[in-house]
């Protein structure tokens, strides 16, 4: 038998939530959600067009909403990395399961509107219709540079220090 991971502390006395009230809640977090500036939201169709941009992808990335909505992601993929993003992002639209889509995070850098490198990781999110085909990927991403450096110089300093006591 399963243990329950909810504690039993007795009757609830709240009254019970109606659905009008859950579905306020609801909304009123997936707009807090959504319109957070702490980590990107960007949703793209079929053919990697951008649809979604929040405020956090705005601060990350530097290209403001109306700049990025209707533009392709090529905005924000390096160059070199463009084509394995496509071939990945074209297998998974065409019905491949993708790794990513079960809550692992991948690690890839980006590039910002002054072109500049940042460091990413991020989660994906399937976007399916009413119907179950899937229309398009959302991502969820948080800009990691500063740790990504920081990790870098550590690695750095220790290969100098173990060189330097041989």
């Known amino acids: 038998m399963r ?10 006395e709240r009254p019970p939530a109606t659905n009008e009230s859950a579905m306020n809640r609801k909304e009123l977090l997936a707009e807090a959600v959504l319109s957070s500036s702490s980590d990107a939201i960007i949703a793209a169709d079929r053919d990697g067009t951008i649809f979604f941009w929040n405020p956090g992808a705005e601060r990350i ?7 990025a909505i209707g533009r392709s992601l090529d905005i924000i993929i390096p160059d070199r990395l463009r084509k394995r993003h496509w ?8 019905g491949r399961e993708s790794r990513y889509d079960h809550g ?10 002054c072109g500049g490198r940042i460091s990413l990781e991020f989660t994906i999110v399937p976007l399916r219709t009413e119907a ?29 220090a173990t060189k330097a006591m041989r």
């Open 104 to 113: 692992d995070v991948l690690a890839v850098p980006g590039i910002g509107k």
């Open 61 to 67: 990335f530097g290209y403001t909403n109306a700049e």
């Open 87 to 94: 071939d990945g992002y074209n297998q998974v639209m065409n």
């Open 132 to 160: 179950g085909e899937l229309m398009g990927l959302a991502a969820v991403m948080r800009d990691v540079t500063k740790s990504y450096n920081e990790k870098r110089t550590l690695k750095q300093q220790l290969v100098e």
């Open 3 to 12: 243990a329950s991971l909810v504690r039993d502390c007795g009757p609830d």
